[in-house]
């Protein structure tokens, strides 16, 4: 737990969230600012800046948050596809620093993302 963490919070039930999925590992929730019809995030409970302090360590725990968003995004019906995208420091455009999948779907995503 990390006191300055709003994913914290949210962990922690300070904070309500549309929440989709949540087990003692990870959590899954609608993102408050969707950029497609489907937009949710999937986080550790364990407070982890972001990619770059990924340690050997966390490996594991970082597999089951990719693949809880994989299941969850064939739950919610993204049959047809889906975009994953994990945002790293300023230049990659990261405003929350607690590891994050944001999963998209439910439209055609364009590529390159700009
Ligand atoms: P990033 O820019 O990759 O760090 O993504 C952070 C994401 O968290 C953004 O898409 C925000 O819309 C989302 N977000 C921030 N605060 C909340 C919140 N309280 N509930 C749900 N999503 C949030
Ligand atoms: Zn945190």
């Not at 929440?19 to 929730?29: C, G, L, Q, S, T």
């Amino acid at each position: 737990m990390d006191d300055n963490c709003i994913f914290c919070e949210i962990i922690a039930g300070e904070m309500a969230v549309e929440k989709i999925y949540e087990d003692d590992e990870v959590m899954a929730f609608n993102d408050i600012n969707p950029q497609a019809p489907a937009h949710f995030l999937v986080i550790p409970k364990h407070h982890l800046a972001g990619p770059s302090e990924i340690t050997s360590a966390d490996e594991p725990l970082v597999g089951k948050v990719i693949h809880t968003a994989t299941h969850l995004a064939k739950k919610l019906g993204l049959s047809n596809g889906f975009r994953m995208v994990i945002n790293n420091g300023e230049d990659g455009g990261q405003t929350v620093y607690h590891f994050h999948v944001h999963v998209m779907g439910g439209r055609r995503m364009t590529w390159p993302p700009g």
